[in-house]
Nanobody
């Protein structure tokens, strides 16, 4: 079992930045990969970024490359998502999740993840 709590969301103007955090508890943090997803109103949940257990490898959705950065601190049991150059279309609830055991390659579908946080709202205004 893993419990996840996201924080750091809020209101920001277009072009601004936010840093999301996801604190984990339960299973040893360094034993599982992590990912961030987002879900805008009326849309399906979509993959944003993923990071390996060690944090040395990362993978991003095409639409965020160069703007968002995923990182983790295994000593603090926390994964981060730095959001820069935010656009109106980045408005969504952002979720962190734990990669399912046995997954191979980069997990980019929601069904490849076992545990989810409650989400944190990011709202970008013009």
């Amino acid at each position: 079992q893993v419990q996840l709590v996201e924080s750091g969301g809020g209101f920001v103007q277009a072009g601004g930045s936010l840093r999301l955090s996801c604190a984990a508890s339960g299973r040893t943090f360094s034993t599982y990969g992590m990912g961030w997803f987002r879900q805008a109103a009326g849309n399906e949940r979509e993959f944003v970024a993923a990071i390996s257990r060690s944090g040395y490898s990362t993978y991003y959705a095409d639409f965020v490359k160069g703007r968002f950065t995923i990182s983790r601190d295994n000593a603090k049991n926390t994964v981060y998502l730095q959001l820069n150059s935010l656009k109106l279309q980045d408005t969504a609830v952002y979720y962190c999740a734990v990669v399912r055991r046995g997954s191979t390659g980069w997990a980019t579908r929601p069904d490849e993840y076992d545990y989810w946080g409650q989400g944190t709202q990011v709202t970008v205004s013009s």
